[in-house]
């Protein structure tokens, strides 16, 4: 089962990746929590990857490629994988084709969640996550019990630090420039299902459980 989870910051992919991971039993592979991770490192490509998250800019494809070949190497990914936020360009779409043909494996699904551009503002604008366990939060729909602290694990809830307007607008005209094309491609490809995400939790884990198959 290898999956592919598509669609703009915000849409909700995170949250659905998480109850997809552990139904199906595959590793949930999140570029944007790996490279946050290496962001709080503080080494030198840390500090590199920060810059380009802050402004809300595409890190550069062949740094990603590598990250992504090195994790897809892993043994728990031999059963399958769900990747979260990868590709992001036609490029990376093509490199992942070419790592995934030399292992004689191939993409199952390319689930695409479509959600308004007003809805992701929105969304984002108001988006809490939680340091320690990565569970979301939404200061109107969704706040933590407690503020600022996590209801799952108790850790520090904050707002991320690309999670402002302005770094929002130029993540979404990223998004609309050079990530939609891959609905394109890996629709030619005969993968790609689309789900509305702009349903309730719930709702939308059902539709992508049905669209899985
Ligand atoms: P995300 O958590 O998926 O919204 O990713 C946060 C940030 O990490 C993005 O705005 C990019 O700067 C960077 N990033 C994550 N995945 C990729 C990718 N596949 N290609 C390029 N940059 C990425």
Not at 19 to 26: D, L, R, S, T
Not at 84 to 103: C, H, K, S
Not at 143 to 149: A, D, I, N, S, V
């Amino acid at each position: 089962m290898n999956l592919i989870l598509l669609g703009p910051p915000g849409a909700g992919k995170g949250t659905q990746a998480k109850k997809i991971a552990e139904k199906y039993g595959v590793p949930h592979i999140s570029t944007g929590d790996m490279f946050r991770e290496t962001a709080q490192s503080g080494s030198e490509l840390g500090k590199k990857l920060q810059s380009f998250m802050s402004a809300g800019k595409l890190v550069t494809d062949d740094i990603v490629i590598e990250v992504v070949k090195e994790r897809l190497a892993k043994p728990d990914c031999a059963k399958g994988f769900l990747l979260d936020g990868f590709p992001r360009t036609v490029p990376q779409a093509e490199a992942l084709d070419g790592i995934l043909n030399g292992q004689k494996r191939k993409i199952d699904n390319v689930l695409c969640m479509k959600v308004a551009d007003e809805d992701i503002i929105n969304r984002l604008s108001s988006r809490r996550v939680c340091l320690a366990c990565g569970e979301s939060y939404n200061t109107i729909s969704k706040p933590p019990k407690t503020e600022g602290k996590c209801d799952v694990c108790s850790g520090r809830v904050i707002q991320r630090a690309d999670d402002n307007r302005e770094t929002i607008a130029q993540r979404l005209k990223v998004y609309n420039e050079q990530t939609s094309p891959l609905v394109d491609y890996y629709s030619k490809a005969g993968v790609l299902k689309e789900v509305d995400g702009s349903k309730s939790v719930d709702e939308v884990f059902k539709n992508l459980v049905k669209v899985i198959g």
